[in-house]
């Protein structure tokens, strides 16, 4: 049985292109970046040469790149970095449908002491602007950290980033004092336009695997003149916000991948689009309990690649997605950090849907990779398991 991958979202197939970068430079025999011997400054030469090659992709300086080894832990290096080096009163002001891997921090700093606000979204998933620079008082005097996704791993919904830079004043041309903003740009890149985010952010998430590139890469774009605190200590590298000997290989196979998801990125919408539609289209005439989740596919700023319904007479999602896994399908009820989790979406109940419709969430994401033959593998598979169920 030939099985159907719709589960792009949780990670991508490796690109080959990538796959050659990442090779060539296990067999370059490259030292340690930070020794000053030949196999040493071979190592330097090869992330100088991936900074730079994104630093072209995103249109950003060299030295607003930090390599990490994922977007948790970029995102916690934003959160707590941020916070740390802020003032002792700094708040955080963050929205009701993020990852985990910004929640979570979040909690933690929260008991700690700081003040939180947590911003609703409308029923589509969208966050509106206002409403985020309202909820930081608007004031220098009250300084915030502003940590808003960019684009909805579950729903697809996206934000208004230049919007919410120009209401919070944290273009590059009108900074406000006080407030740091920071995005979590994982499932933007290679999606949506991603060029140029240090423009309306400080920070800026960003993950390999997402885009074809090797898990285990992630980048921090950091706005030159961004406070932020190391998290861990023990080297000076990454601009000493970052130690630990960096992973030569896999950044010189990210930074291909992130070239190519770039320039790739108008083709892939206009193409995973027209897939995503007719899995839509498909699915709803066969199943007619079937609700679409998030914003509706005419919006044009949603994700193109992702799509979120539910089943409600179906049961639980968890069941349906081991039920479709038996039959060829992989799918996922939710954010894949969560997948263990018996507890229905946050992000489901967050637009306000009750705790069945919650529970019946179903994300599927296609990809580069993905076929119309597959898609149609997918909704006959979708069709009988997911009618059988219901």
């Keep these: 049985m030939k099985r159907v991958h719709l589960d792009h979202n949780a990670t991508t197939p490796m690109r080959p292109e990538a796959l050659e970068a990442l090779l060539e430079a296990l067999d370059a025999g490259l030292g ?41 832990e970029s995102n916690n290096l934003a959160i707590f970095g941020a916070t740390d080096a802020g003032p002792a009163g700094m708040g955080i002001a963050t929205s009701t449908i993020e990852h985990a891997a910004v929640l979570e921090p979040v909690e933690v700093l929260e008991a700690r002491g700081r003040r939180v606000t947590r911003v609703p979204c409308d029923p589509s998933g969208h966050l509106t602007p206002q409403t985020i620079a309202a909820a930081t008082q608007a004031s220098t005097e009250s300084p915030y950290l502003v940590t808003i996704m960019a684009a909805n791993n579950e729903l697809g919904s996206t934000t208004d980033l230049p919007a919410l830079a120009d209401a919070l004043g944290r273009a590059r041309s009108s900074s406000r004092p006080g407030v740091i903003l920071h995005t979590d740009a994982v499932q933007l ?63 010189c196979a990210a930074a291909r991948a992130i070239e190519l998801a770039v320039q790739e990125t108008d083709d892939f919408g206009a193409r995973t689009r ?38 409600p007479d179906a049961g639980d999602a968890r069941m349906l997605v081991t039920r479709l896994d038996l039959a060829g399908v992989e799918v996922s009820a939710g954010s894949a950090c969560a997948s263990g989790s018996l507890a229905p979406s946050h992000v489901l109940q ?15 994401s296609v990809g580069r990779t993905t076929t119309q033959e597959e898609i149609s593998t997918a909704v006959d598979r979708l069709r009988i398991t997911l009618g059988k169920a219901s």
Aim: with cysteine; charged share 20%.
């Design 274 to 311: 027209v897939l995503v539609e007719e899995l839509w289209k498909e699915l709803s005439c066969a199943l007619p309990n079937v609700h679409l989740n998030g914003p509706p596919l005419s919006d044009g700023t949603r994700l193109p690649n992702t799509l979120n319904v539910s089943v």
């Design 32 to 72: 340690n970046a930070s020794s000053v011997h030949d196999s040493g400054r071979r190592a330097r030469a090869a992330i100088d040469d991936a900074r730079e090659r994104i630093s072209a992709a995103l249109a950003v300086h060299e030295d607003e790149i930090v390599f990490t080894s994922g977007g948790t």
């Design 189 to 251: 890149l290679g999606k949506r336009p991603a060029q140029g985010l240090l423009d309306w952010v400080d920070l800026a998430t960003l993950s390999a695997h997402k885009v074809g590139g090797p898990v285990g890469v992630g980048l921090l774009l950091r706005r030159v003149g961004t406070p932020l605190s190391a998290q861990l200590h023990g080297g000076a590298q990454e601009a000493e916000v970052r130690p630990g000997t960096e992973n030569v290989a896999s950044i």
């Design 350 to 364: 967050a637009l306000g849907h009750d705790l069945q419709r919650a529970r019946s969430a179903v994300r599927m």
